[in-house]
């Protein structure tokens, strides 16, 4: 019985230790606009060591527009730098980009640009 206590005990910490070093780290962010229950926009990124993983689980328009501003821009609506990129992913794919530390994500169903607080940019009427 004693035997069998201590090999028990011992495998609950290899279990253990083995879990501890199988955390997932990084961030994760989650843009979602739903609409009567249905998902009119979902994507998904999960950014760990400079590596940024951005998926389109849903998409009205089929697909997921993103816009990355610099870190330095978030909270700030009229941030005068540019976007680092620009890019799409269509619904049911993923995209992996590397050398990306610190940004902010706007997510959008089309093309048009965005401020950096993920808003639209307003258009000037042309007469």
Known sequence: ???????????????????????????????????????????????????ARFECRASDSG??????????CVGKPDCGLAPLRRFAVVRGHGREIAGLRDFRVCVSIDERPVRADCEPVARVATR
């Open 1 to 51: 019985m004693r035997r069998s206590i201590a090999i028990a005990r011992r495998s609950l910490l290899l279990a253990l230790a083995l879990l501890s070093a199988c955390g997932t780290g990084g961030t994760s962010y989650s843009n979602r606009i739903v609409d009567n229950g249905h998902d009119v926009l979902y994507g998904k990124v999960h950014a760990e060591h400079g590596v």
């Open 63 to 72: 697909v997921c527009h993103y816009t990355l501003y610099p870190g330095a």
